[in-house]
Each structure stands twice: as structure tokens, then as C-alpha cells.
């Protein structure tokens, strides 16, 4: 199975900064898309930012202008920069490898998560 390595979670004081890591298993990574998801206690999982496999980005309105997400595909690693933290932003944060049907597979994981907790 493939595994996804999180880190760099914990707590910060509201407008500090923090940077999530995600660290990919397998020789896939190259060709997938990637993102970083986050839910709240009693709220949905919701995108956080993704990137495609050109590179090409995306982000919730919520975090644009403060969020950053990179990858670095010769380490099978993905990035998630987090710059003037809000306490809204505290949640869980995943990372998820794909989604993308590959055939005959379906690729989609996701790692366990990481805390991020922002304190007023």
C-alpha cells in the first residue's frame, strides 16, 4: 500500500507560520496530482490547495494570498507553506495523492493527517 508521510503540524499563535510536509512511498509521484485537505471537528473535509503534476496550483478562497503549496518530485514530497494563520485554519490537515484513474487501478490515498491548532 502506498504511504503518506505527514509532518509538521502543531501549535502556532494566530498570524504566525507554519509549513506541512508530505512524503510520498512508490515511484508514481512524478505523473499525480497532489493536495492538502482539512476538517474541523463537526465540519466536512474541504480543499485546501492542490497542484497538478505541471506544477499548475489551486487554493481554497479562504487561505489565497496566505497559502503556498509546492512539490519537490525527486523527493516524492509535497509542501504546504502557511503563512498569518488564523485560528479558523485550525483543523486537521491531509494529504492526498491523486485522485487519477490509471488503468487498471484507481489511485487515491491519503495520509493520516497532521493537527495544526491556531490560538488566538
Known amino acids: 500500500q502506498v504511504q503518506l508521510v505527514e509532518s509538521g503540524g502543531g501549535l502556532v499563535q494566530a498570524g504566525g507560520s507554519l509549513t506541512l510536509s508530505c512524503a510520498a512511498s512508490?515511484?508514481?509521484?512524478?505523473?499525480?496530482?497532489m493536495g492538502w485537505y482539512r476538517q474541523a471537528p463537526g465540519k466536512q473535509r474541504e480543499l485546501v490547495a492542490d497542484i497538478t503534476s505541471a506544477g499548475s496550483t489551486n487554493y481554497a478562497d479562504s487561505v489565497k494570498g496566505r497559502f503556498a503549496i509546492s512539490r519537490e518530485n525527486a523527493k516524492n514530497t509535497v509542501y504546504l507553506q502557511m503563512n498569518s494563520l488564523k485560528p479558523e485554519d485550525t483543523a486537521v490537515y491531509y494529504c492526498r495523492l491523486g485522485p487519477k484513474v490509471l488503468p487498471p487501478r484507481s489511485i487515491d490515498y491519503w495520509g493520516q493527517g497532521t493537527q495544526v491548532t491556531v490560538s488566538s
Open positions: 512508490g515511484s508514481i509521484f512524478s505523473i499525480l496530482p
